[in-house]
């Protein structure tokens, strides 16, 4: 299962393109929108965790890697369930290079840039787990292409609708249980991509 | 070892080999014990179906050419003297047969085919 | 060492209908058929890329879905297409495969990277369709597997390459443990090293025997189209009719013979031929 998660790292860093991505992100952010929105840091991380968790993905539809993947002894469960954990591997990831970044541009006083406590974990970990709870079961199951549009739909619909308006009233979605859920769905949907995934033809 | 294998004769190349194999034992090229290529070995260096070579060698060793070992392979056969020795004695009778029968036609007598033979055997 | 018995899938257009093969170890087999007739699926079912409907398959004895990973640990698998990640370069893609398997031989791999003058730091995207396949072979090779399964390999090669290929076919087989599964269309490059043949179109196995077996059950026969008549078409398997006579592939050509005595000359038919004239009807 290591293996796997070494894998996608592997995969999410060598390609220039995502490098490119993960260095310039931040500050075009910075730029774009701007220092006084309290939604910036919960965006970024958002952001990275979504790419990394679902490069993968992106792949099976340009060269069916997963057909590969397939033919290696590896069991389907173990996918699934390495996809599942390397969400909060992905999401400390997302959080650090936010946050060093961030700290730094702070540092050089380039920017006043409110960085972080760890409250942003709070208001943004569970919405991530839900978001991505949804996207990865159509991605571990429908034909790549499709799964991407769908995934990408979800992603910008999240990001609007939730993230944006939402990330000030994190404490108080917090407080409604919304946590809770996010783990019971995070839960439901790994079942649901274990069967779905084992019942797939890979063609 | 020298094997040759034609595809575009019509033997079937099982019995090519065989037959070649079966010349080298008898002119003595091959002696008993000699080790023959493995089949694998064989129908690698021919580029052929290891079904076929193992076939050649089922039929040399139902003649009696040749003796198979598990896990050690083909060897040139013991009672070979006995055999060859019996099929060259038929190479022979056959070839008197003929000297016989020309005899005959020529008008020959047996004393004077004896005395031919006589020298010639002297010759050597 | 690979048992297929009665597999079925259906398609919405086509249907793989009862299926039914054995591999022993120790030997090659080829797998032929024309395009469409149902080989790639057929090693798609064996390596649970696709779910068959019916029938059972068996690899070293072991059900193949439920021993999955046992068995897909001691086989070695070339496809058509890479599928590789193509932003990584040879190395990478070999780091993040080669720890999947229990019996990697880093050894063995450099060697054959070596023979076949691969660079360790090529990107992926960069490789020839050659070269792509040659790297497909040697991780195929690289981990001590018994089974190797080959899905058109050489296609699209040209046949000095497709020549080297057969020539590592042959030195793997010499193990008489392991097995090689090929299958392709170009069915010249059997002629030489098959053990068996298996011939599947429309979805159906039409035979599976000793290559020796299968060209020597058929033969071509050509004549004067003045022998063809409604009794001795029913004869041929295929006819192939011109304005200077006929050819014709027949099961038993020997019986042929007594039919039309001299007035034929009989051949021994290639894979190719067999395939064709069982195809064209």
């Not at chain 1, 993968?56 to 954990?85: E, M, N």
């Not at chain 1, 034909?143 to 995934?151: D, T």
């Not at chain 3, 013979?257 to 007035?263: L, P, R, T």
């Given at each position: ?203 | ?124 | ?31 032929i058929g024309p395009?469409?007739a ?149 069915t ?11 011939f599947?179109n429309n979805?159906?196995?039409v035979f ?6 299968v060209l020597?059950s058929y033969g071509v026969v050509k004549g004067?189209k003045?022998l063809l008549?409604g009794?001795t078409r029913k004869e041929f398997i295929g006819i192939r009719e011109t304005?200077?006579g006929f050819e014709g592939l027949a099961e038993n050509p020997?019986?042929l ?7 034929i000359?009989i051949e021994?038919p290639t894979l190719e031929d067999i395939m064709i004239y069982s195809v064209r009807r």
């Open positions: 299962m290591l293996n796997l998660i070494k894998k996608d790292f592997l995969l999410a860093f060598s390609s220039k393109s995502t490098l490119i991505f993960i260095i310039l992100y931040v500050p075009f952010i910075l730029f774009t929108i701007g220092t006084d929105n309290k939604f910036i840091g919960s965006l970024m991380i958002y952001t990275f965790v979504y790419m990394l968790t679902t490069i993968s993905f992106g792949y099976d539809a340009q060269v069916k890697t997963h057909i590969l993947l397939q033919s290696l002894p590896i069991r389907k469960r173990d996918i699934v369930i390495s996809k599942y954990l390397s969400i909060f591997i992905n999401y400390t990831i997302g959080f650090v290079i936010t946050g060093s970044y961030l700290w730094i541009i702070k540092l050089l006083g380039f920017i006043d840039v409110d960085t972080f406590n760890l409250s942003l974990v709070e208001s943004t970990l569970p919405i991530i787990l839900l978001s991505l709870s949804i996207s990865l079961p159509s991605l571990f199951r429908l034909p790549p292409k499709i799964a991407n549009i769908i995934n990408m739909f979800i992603y910008i619909g999240i990001m609007n609708f939730v993230i944006i308006p939402f990330s000030q009233y994190g404490n108080l979605l917090n407080g409604l249980g919304l946590p809770i859920i996010a783990v019971i769905v995070y839960f439901l949907s790994m079942g649901i991509s274990l069967w779905l995934y084992e019942t797939r033809d890979f063609v | 070892m020298r094997i040759i294998v034609s595809n575009s004769s019509s033997e079937p190349i099982y019995e090519q080999i065989a037959s070649q194999i079966k010349g080298m034992i008898i002119k003595g090229e091959l002696e008993e014990g000699d080790a023959l290529p493995s089949i694998r070995g064989l129908a690698k260096d021919l580029q052929i179906s290891v079904i076929t070579t193992k076939r050649a060698y089922e039929e040399l060793e139902k003649e009696g050419f040749i003796e198979t070992m598990q896990g050690k392979g083909s060897f040139v056969a013991m009672q070979n003297k006995e055999l060859m020795k019996e099929k060259k004695l038929k190479v022979i009778e056959e070839k008197l047969t003929e000297v016989v029968a020309e005899s005959r036609l020529l008008g020959l007598e047996y004393k004077e085919v004896k005395e031919m033979l006589k020298i010639l055997f002297e010759e050597e | 060492m690979l048992e297929i018995k009665n597999v079925s899938k259906n398609f919405e257009k086509f249907k793989l209908n009862d299926i039914s093969f054995n591999l022993e170890s120790g030997y090659i087999m080829g797998f395009n469409g149902g080989k790639s699926t057929t090693i798609k079912l064996i390596m649970n890329l696709l779910k068959k409907d019916s029938g059972e398959i068996k690899i070293f004895g072991k059900d193949h879905i439920d021993f999955e990973r046992e068995v897909k640990n001691r086989i070695g698998f070339v496809y058509d297409e890479s599928y590789f990640y193509e932003d990584l370069t040879i190395n990478q893609m070999k780091n993040i495969i080669a720890p999947f398997y229990k019996n990697w031989d880093e050894k063995m791999f450099s060697k054959y990277i070596k023979d076949f003058n691969l660079d360790y730091t090529q990107k992926i995207k960069k490789l020839s369709k050659g070269m792509k396949m040659k790297f497909s072979l040697a991780t195929a090779l690289s981990h001590n597997a018994d089974l190797i399964i080959m899905d058109e390999p050489t296609s699209g090669l040209d046949p000095i390459f497709r020549r080297e290929i057969l020539d590592i076919l042959y030195s793997v087989i010499q193990d008489e443990n392991k097995s090689i599964f090929f299958s392709t269309h170009i010249t490059d059997l002629e030489k090293v098959a053990d068996y043949i298996t599947i979805g159906e196995i599976s025997k000793s290559k020796d077996e020597e004067g003045d008549d009794d304005n200077v020997q019986r013979k007594k039919i039309f005595g001299s007035e000359l021994r």
